[in-house]
């Protein structure tokens, strides 16, 4: 697999998904990735301006700089259904 430079932003949401957002805009996307079970990251170059709008695009999921921030919470999880994560929270 080849080793592509750039900056990486991770979102919670899976690769296919990722694409189809970003589809007709730049931002400078060289490659989207799976980095997990409903986690993907964007390699690109986009600075300032560019990737405050690429990070718009995203808004409404988990976006972060670094993988470590992007831990697989009960709700990103496709085979769970919302009768499961809410007893799970009524747990804690």
């Known amino acids: 697999m080849k080793n592509y430079k750039g900056l990486r932003l991770y979102i919670g949401l899976g690769p296919s998904k990722v694409r189809r957002r970003l589809k ?12 997990g079970r409903n986690q993907a990251v964007v390699i690109h170059t986009a600075t300032g301006d560019h990737l405050r709008q690429l990070k718009q695009l995203f808004a409404d ?21 919302p009768d499961t994560t809410r007893a799970d929270a009524k747990r804690d």
């Open 24 to 35: 007709g805009h730049g931002f400078g996307v060289k490659k989207v990735q799976s980095a």
């Open 61 to 81: 999921v988990r976006v972060s700089d670094s993988e470590a921030e992007i831990s697989r919470s009960l709700e990103n999880l496709g085979d769970l259904g």
